[in-house]
């Protein structure tokens, strides 16, 4: 009965050109019916004009409705597939007590907007907009062009009079051409958006979408041929990819994702500027203030340019296999050249000791040397990490003479030792298998999240750069891990090739392998070469999804990369007090739980500064401590502190002149002071990217020792042989590029997406790889080689005996 009273009504008061029952208006009178009654129109039998106009394109209308008199314009007009049409709208009055109402009804859609628009912001901060401009939805159609009717109904319930401009224009550039920029202006209540449609061949373009406007923020979003379209601020995020953007912004699009072969572009400026980086506006004092938006309009360039095929993927691939493929078959090749030679120097040693042993006999042969050897070792195992056999000498003597040689640190039982070291290899084995499970877990679920919702914001990619396959979204970034993975590996391989040697050696006693160069301990290289692979696994899981929230991931398993070698430096030449796996361990997880403490609390948090920086002090004059009385001194009950006291006194009080051991001192002085200064700079200027900056402290703790133990060595006498000389110097340049890539910085989640994307930036290999791909290139090198150098510095000391090498 109410509808029936109500379509009455409208019936009776209708006046036009011609009856309304033979006119397309009868539906849109009908539909006007029931919205008024939804909306809470006039009471039933209120007497209302409906008026309904014939309206042409490109006409402005200058009208007025009130809650008594309201319009409807009937366009006639033909779809066409390159064409779209758009309705913008201007309130002439001001301070309206209720707004105008329009309904745009289409034969597959209904599209409905007030004037005034009210958008809201953050903390539900409203902005009004007089001037309104919207993109009609074009629904897919079989021909070519279309003949349909479209009606803009005018309503308000107010009952002053407001007047409005109302003009329908068609957009002649509604398709996008590939390759061609298109410009366009945009603001919050005039949106902007227009159709791409895949050419023959192509199956991937990359929409990308620039402006020399940082602010204001604004969203890009690809939305499938459907209406509606989604194109307010406040409901841009519904359906579709999407991404907030500044100045760049980029979206790979596939056609397998959309059905039509065709997509809309989407530009919609947003009301506020926080999701862009951008400052807060103040906060209204009355919940239903209206802000004044001021002018938020945005200049827009679009381009869309067909991705890269299947052929730059394979080449892709192929590039990455070929390189560290490569260092497989030179280390044949260098490993054969090596093994030529030292058949050639044992045959001539084996001539030389035949001819001396026929000249005269000898006093001690070398099996009476190994055998001796051998039962001097005992099958004990330690109790302390520390112990060495005071029935044959005090330790406190050994260690306080001025020059110490490896003998007197290489005193313990090697098969105890051995078994020590093994543990750092088995250890690093476990926490690789438990760290790296849920990490897998958990970047898949990102990856799911950002592929069902579209949000483009999650992650931050270099979108200029990014090459889908599959699920993934940058397959590149995680292609370029594999070097990690591969040389990794390969540094296993060479370490258990010495490994089987050495222990061959041994078995046959000879004298080099029992007595001379430094002791030849296997486990922290072990370690090292896992933390190499894992380093590269969990890298490929942070660049799977990169962001705020896993950034641990990829600097996790550098912290312990650092740490390992530093302890394999010092295990060198001080292998009976080196720190147990336990230990180091449990030290290394400390660094990584102080990481993810500054990542999450740190930013410009002063308390956490301050106690960090206090730690890293501490930690810096406690280990400094450790390392000059080599393990001597520590902190614990009465008698032991008696004995620091009594080290305190010999080492510096009663030597006046100076530090008893002036190598150790110096570096441990440099140490100090790098560190120190370290400290001093995150407490003052206190960075934002944390995790960094840990990293950074435990580099420059690495660089500084492997310079100290590279200039002892020189200073001792010892000759740095041709292989490593190779490795170091390939190392340091190869270093040197790879450090230069890294700060190119195309992304950082220190700041906001969109702000990251300003830092985006084209491929430039083989159009597959960009800046940072190169990094895990060149540092999964670098860093391949400086393990190796690690492994054959020493490599000269073989044939020299334990009592003349030198610690320092």
């Given amino acids: ?53 014939d309206a042409e394109f490109d006409v402005t209308y200058n009208d007025t409705v009130t809650s008594e008199n309201q319009t409807i314009y009937a366009f006639n007009h033909t779809i066409s597939r390159n064409k779209g049409v758009r309705v913008t709208v201007d309130v002439l009055s001001q301070n309206l007590k209720s707004p105008i109402l329009f309904v745009v009804r289409q034969q597959q859609a209904v599209l409905s907007f007030q004037v005034p628009l009210i958008l809201r912001g953050l903390y539900q901060r409203k902005y009004p907009y007089n001037h309104v401009g919207r993109t009609l939805c074009q629904p897919p159609t079989r021909a070519i062009s279309e003949t349909q009717h479209f009606f803009i109904d005018v309503s308000t319930l107010s009952s002053q009079g407001t007047n409005y401009q109302l003009r329908v224009s068609r957009v002649e550039s509604f398709t996008l051409q590939t390759d061609k920029k298109f410009s366009f202006t945009a603001s919050p209540s005039q949106p902007q958006y227009f159709k791409y449609v895949f050419p023959d061949g192509v199956d991937t373009v990359i929409v990308k979408v620039n402006s020399a406007m940082n602010f204001p923020c604004s969203v890009m979003s690809i939305q499938d041929i459907q209406c509606p379209v989604y194109d307010l601020d406040n409901n841009v995020a519904f359906i579709g990819m999407y991404q907030t953007m500044t100045k760049k912004g980029a979206i790979t699009v596939q056609r397998k994702d959309f059905p039509s072969n065709s997509f809309y572009v989407v530009v919609v400026v947003k009301t506020e500027d926080e999701a862009c980086g951008g400052p807060l506006r103040f906060y209204p004092l009355r919940p239903d203030e209206l802000i004044d938006a001021g002018n938020r309009s945005k200049v827009v360039d679009v381009v869309v340019s067909p991705a890269i095929n299947s052929e730059v993927y394979v080449m892709g691939m192929l590039f990455c296999l070929g390189i560290f493929l490569s260092f497989y078959l030179l280390t044949l090749m ?74 007197d640190l290489a005193r313990k039982d090697k098969r105890v030792l051995s078994k020590k ?129 896993n950034f641990q991931f990829d600097t996790s398993f550098m912290y312990m990369i650092a740490g390992l070698c530093m302890l394999k430096l010092y295990q060198k030449r001080h292998p009976d007090i080196n720190a147990s796996a336990y230990t180091a361990y449990a030290c290394l997880a400390a660094v990584i739980f102080f990481s993810v403490l500054g990542v999450v609390f740190g930013k410009d948090n002063t308390v956490f500064w301050i106690v960090f920086s206090v730690i890293h002090i501490l930690a ?92 002892m060595k020189l200073r001792s006498g010892e000759k740095i042989k041709c292989l490593p000389l190779v490795c170091i110097l390939f190392t340091a340049v190869v270093w040197g590029f790879a450090l230069y890539f890294f700060f190119q910085g195309l992304s950082t989640w220190q700041k906001t997406p969109a702000e990251s994307r300003e830092h985006n930036r084209d491929c430039i290999l083989l159009s597959f790889f960009d800046d940072h791909d190169i990094w895990h290139f060149l540092s999964s090198i670098a860093m391949f080689g400086s393990f190796l150098v690690l492994l054959t510095m020493d490599d000269d000391l073989d044939t020299v005996q334990r009592d003349k090498i030198y610690v320092f």
């Fill in 620 to 711: 810096t004059l406690l280990l400094s401590t450790q390392l000059y009385y080599m393990g001597r001194w520590r902190l614990g009950r009465f008698t032991q502190r008696q004995t620091m006291v009594y080290i305190v006194y010999t080492d510096c009080i009663r030597q006046c002149s100076g530090p008893m051991y002036i190598d150790r001192m110096v570096l441990l002085v440099m140490g100090n002071i790098v560190n120190w200064s370290l400290a001093a700079y995150g407490l003052i200027e206190r960075p934002n990217d944390f995790a960094s900056y840990l990293l950074a402290i435990a580099i420059c703790n690495l660089l500084l020792y492997f310079a100290f133990y590279i200039i």
């Fill in 421 to 549: 070291y093994q543990i750092y290899f088995w250890n690093i084995a476990t926490i690789a298998v438990f760290y790296a499970l849920p990490v897998v877990q958990l970047v898949i679920t990102y990856q799911t999240v950002v592929n069902v919702t579209g949000n483009q914001d999650i992650c931050y990619y270099n979108f200029l750069c990014a090459h889908p396959l599959g699920a993934l979204s940058a397959f590149n970034n995680i292609l370029s891990n594999l070097g990690y993975v591969m040389l990794g590996l390969l540094f296993l391989l060479i370490v258990l090739k010495r490994d089987i040697v050495h222990n061959r050696a041994m078995v046959r006693n000879e004298l080099n392998a029992l007595e001379c160069g430094i002791p030849k301990h296997f486990g922290l290289f072990y370690a090292m070469g896992t933390a190499l692979m894992m380093e590269g696994l969990l890298s490929a899981c942070y660049h799977v999804c990169p962001n705020y929230t």
């Fill in 334 to 407: 260098v490993a054969y050249v090596m093994n030529l030679k030292s058949f050639t120097a044992s045959y001539r040693l084996n001539s030389v000791i035949l001819n001396l042993t026929q000249s005269r006999p000898s006093e001690r042969s070398l099996d009476s040397v190994g055998r001796s050897r051998q039962e001097s070792l005992s099958s004990v195992e330690e109790d302390d990490y520390d112990t060495l056999d005071d029935i044959n000498s005090d330790k406190n003597i050994v260690r306080t003479k001025k020059f110490l040689c490896v003998s």
């Fill in 1 to 53: 009965m109410v509808l029936r009273s109500c379509w009455k009504s409208r019936h009776k008061n209708t006046s036009g050109s011609s009856p309304c029952w033979i006119r397309p208006g009868l539906a849109a009178l009908f539909w006007l019916c029931v919205t008024q009654l939804v909306c809470g129109g006039g009471a039933v039998g209120e007497t209302t004009n409906v008026v309904q106009k």
